[in-house]
Every structure is written in C-alpha cells, then in structure tokens.
C-alpha cells in the first residue's frame, strides 16, 4: 500500500532522513520506533506533505504523493493524526469530527461514520457538545484519532498516540488501535513506547539518527538484544 524509497529530508543543513526505505502492506500495523530525533515524525509529516522529500519517492497504492500538497494527501485515502492532538479547541466534538469530513459529500454516509465513532469512542458520543478545549488528554486523542477516521482513510499515520496520558487510557488506545486496524484501516504508527507499539504491531523498523538501522517481525525485534537494551528496558 505504501513504499518509501531512498527517502532524504533536511530540516535547513541539518540531514534529518538519510536515504531511508520502508514499505506498509495493506493490512497491516507497522511501527517506526526510535529515540526522540531519530526521524520519526519527520518521516510521518513527509509521508503526509507537511515536509518536502529533498529525494526519493513515496507511492501510496501505485501512486507517486511525493510532491502532493498537503490539503490533497486526504483524497488519496490517507490520514495523518499529528504529535500532540491539534484538536480545534473551540469547536465542539461534532464539529471536530464534522471538519474531518470537509472533503466528503456524502451526508448519509458521514452521519453513519459519526455514530461508528461513536462506538469506538462512547465518551465522545457522551460529550458530543463539549469544547474540545475541554476534554481530557485521552478524550483528545481519541476525538483526534476519531476525526481521522472521518476521511475514510486506508492508512492512518499515527504519530505518538500514547504521550502524556495515563496507563490506563494508554492501554485503552492502545486497544482501539487494534480494534481499528481489525475493521480494515491499515496503520502506520510512530511511538515513544516501544514495548506497546510492537505488542500490537505485525512489524516493526528501528529508526536511529536518520536512518533504519533494523527491521523485522514485531516478535523479532522484541527478543533482538539490542532493540531489548535500547528501546525495551532491557
């Protein structure tokens, strides 16, 4: 579904993605994890048009996205939930999701979406009138995540789904990740946690300074000694 080849991005002079190649096949969970820096969400940014590929190609379903502005990545059936929510806080919760769902005409269809986010998310459907600007961490990221959804996407690029929250919401989004991943989207997640990105991931790529230093199945990676040292507590 998704290929990157020879994938090069600078931050001004700095080197910041250094030739990288990666593929996501339709389906699939796969995870970049990697230290803060490494590239990992200058990857996801680039995938989605906020950042330009000084080199390389990105093809999402035979088609080359690389030079795609950002505002036309979504047509392509791809969905980017960005590090840190950037929920519209003054809006409510309908009205975020309802934004999710610019590029669509279909109103029956957005309607019957809503509600199937609702039952991922029951707390968003509880607090359809709240200000975003309101709502927990947590219920941010799900709203964020379930605004997403409301593009319809084939992949969702899932940046730091987990930060700042507490481990039972962790284990919750964690959860629907799997649940959405299940119900047919395939997913492309960046995160800080390693031992919970690669328990519910089919594979894995180690991204350091740049560059994939290691790929594998999530359960070779889990039993690598080095990814254990580095990224699993030991």
Do not use: C, W
């Amino acid at each position: 579904m998704l290929k990157v080849k020879d994938l090069n991005v600078y931050y001004g002079k700095i080197h910041a993605i250094k030739g990288i190649d990666f593929d996501v096949k339709n389906g699939e969970i796969v995870t970049l994890i990697g230290a803060n820096g490494a590239g990992k969400t200058t990857t996801l940014k680039t995938i989605s048009g906020i950042l330009k590929a000084e080199k390389g190609v990105i093809s999402f379903d035979g088609e080359n996205i690389t030079r795609i502005k950002p505002h036309l990545i979504p047509d392509f059936g791809v969905a980017h939930v960005p590090e840190g929510r950037q929920v519209f806080a003054q809006m409510s919760v309908y009205e975020n999701l309802i934004m999710g769902a610019f590029i669509r005409k279909d109103k029956r269809e957005i309607a019957n979406d809503i509600e199937m986010v609702y039952t991922y998310f029951p707390r968003l459907k509880e607090r359809h009138k709240q200000l975003a600007g309101t709502l927990s961490g947590g219920e941010q990221q799900m709203l964020a995540i379930g605004r997403a959804l409301m593009t319809k996407p084939k992949l969702l690029l899932l940046d730091e789904p987990s930060m700042g929250l507490a481990p039972i919401l962790v284990d919750e989004i964690f959860s629907m990740i799997q649940t959405i991943n299940g119900a047919g989207t395939t997913i492309l997640l960046v995160e800080q946690n390693a031992n919970k990105a690669l328990r519910i991931a089919h594979r894995g790529y180690v991204l350091e300074t740049g560059v994939i230093k290691l790929t594998g199945t999530s359960e070779e990676l889990m039993s690598n000694d080095e990814v254990r040292s580095a990224y699993l507590g030991g």
